[in-house]
């Protein structure tokens, strides 16, 4: 399916402010960019870099004051996500050098922390994908998804404590849950068709067989048209924006639309 996506930010600089935003996807599994555009008011200077995880990654200095940011994208999507039950779990040894970092803990996904929780979920349940859907399942099931309800500082610990949340507490969950059983699990934040309430959105992937799966406890059933925007270990490595100095978000809009076809 072919998507219109993109977001609309407005800030107030309290004085010149660097920014990294990371707010552009790129063709690859699942999704191909089609068209792209990136609107920067008032005009400032801007470089790109390509960090660590592959995201791409841009660098300004916003001026004093109204400052927006403008990003649209027309991409064609996979319609579905793969799924495999009974997909078999890849022992450590065998992991790639450049995943095996996806099953330590990080600064949201204290995994080392959770590991009896995550033999309760998967009590019985065959290593590998299957574990990793039943984590998933668990965290839909046992979750309650609320808005309000944690802030930047809220872990994988918290929630599962409170279980309450939003899809970035859902995804940090899930993300510890799958590394407390030495299973490769990354943050993935991007675009969801049809999302309700839209907005940006988290899920995780796990590595499982040889290679990574999708996987979203916000959602009932495995769905497709997601555009991906970044990867990394948990939500600090996946800020849309990081700001090094005083500004405040006044607005945010985001969308999802099907793009109009042009008929020969």
């Known amino acids: 399916m072919q998507l219109n996506a993109g977001c609309e930010l407005q800030f107030e ?60 994208a027309t991409v064609q999507t996979a319609d579905a996500i793969d799924v495999e039950p009974g997909a078999p779990y890849t022992p450590v040894e065998d992991l790639p050098d450049d995943v095996l970092h996806y099953t330590l803990p990080s600064r949201y996904c204290q995994s ?27 965290i839909n099931e046992n979750v309650k998804y609320q808005y309000g309800t944690s802030d930047a500082s809220t872990s994988a610990v918290d929630t599962a404590n409170a279980r309450v949340g939003v899809c970035r507490d859902f995804t940090h969950l899930g993300i510890s849950l799958c590394r407390a059983l030495n299973i490769p699990a990354r943050m993935v934040v991007g675009y969801l068709y049809q999302l309700k309430p839209m907005d940006l959105h988290a899920w995780f992937e796990a590595y499982i067989d040889g290679r990574w799966f999708t996987f979203d406890a916000t959602q009932q059933q495995p769905r497709g048209n997601r555009i991906t925007v970044a990867y990394g270990r948990d939500a600090a490595d996946v800020a849309f924006t990081t700001q090094f100095g005083p500004m405040t978000l006044n607005d945010m809009k985001v969308w999802v639309d099907p793009a109009e076809i042009a008929e020969n």
């Open 13 to 72: 600089a309290q004085g010149p402010t660097p920014l990294v935003l990371m707010l552009r996807p790129r063709s690859g599994a699942g999704q191909w960019i089609m068209r792209e555009e990136y609107q920067i008011t008032p005009s400032v200077n801007v470089t790109e870099f390509t960090d660590m995880y592959g995201n791409l990654c841009q660098r300004l200095v916003a001026p004093e004051g109204p400052f927006s940011i403008h990003f649209s």
């Open 112 to 138: 080392d922390q959770l590991g009896d929780l995550a033999a309760e979920i998967t009590n019985a349940v065959e290593p590998g994908y299957d574990q990793a859907e039943a984590i998933r399942k668990w």
